[in-house]
Nanobody, 125 residues
Framework: QVQLVESGGGLVQAGGSLRLSCAAS????????MGWFRQAPGKEREFVAS???????FYADSMKGRFTISRDNAKNTLWLQMNSLKPEDTAVYYC???????????????????WGQGTQVTVSS
């Protein structure tokens, strides 16, 4: 079992920044890749970014250059630094723990087995 708790969401103006955190407990955090996804009202859950155990990162095209995913294995913590936020970034953001040893793209929700409860990010225009 893995427990994930996100924090850091809130209301920000367009062009602003937020830093999301995800605290992990349970199964060894270092054993798995981690990811961030988001879901806006009426839309499907969308891949944002992911990071492998060795620190290699993946990003959705629309987030490249604006968002940065990072992790601290010693602190069992995952972060998502979001800069130059746009109103279309408004969504509930979820962190997720990937199935260990699973082959794939690191970008599909189906590759992740544990999810946090989500944190709301609202970007005003």
């Amino acid at each position: 079992q893995v427990q994930l708790v996100e924090s850091g969401g809130g209301l920000v103006q367009a062009g602003g920044s937020l830093r999301l955190s995800c605290a992990a407990s349970g199964r060894a955090f270092t054993n798995t890749a981690m990811g961030w996804f988001r879901q806006a009202p009426g839309k499907e859950r969308e891949f944002v970014a992911s990071i492998r155990r060795n620190g290699y990162t993946f990003y959705a095209d629309s987030m490249k250059g604006r968002f940065t995913i990072s992790r601290d294995n010693a602190k069992n913590t995952l972060w998502l630094q979001m800069n130059s936020l746009k109103p279309e970034d408004t969504a509930v953001y979820y962190c997720a723990a990937r199935r260990p040893g699973y082959s794939g793209t690191y970008k599909l929700a189906s590759e992740y087995e544990y999810w946090g409860q989500g944190t709301q990010v609202t970007v005003s225009s």
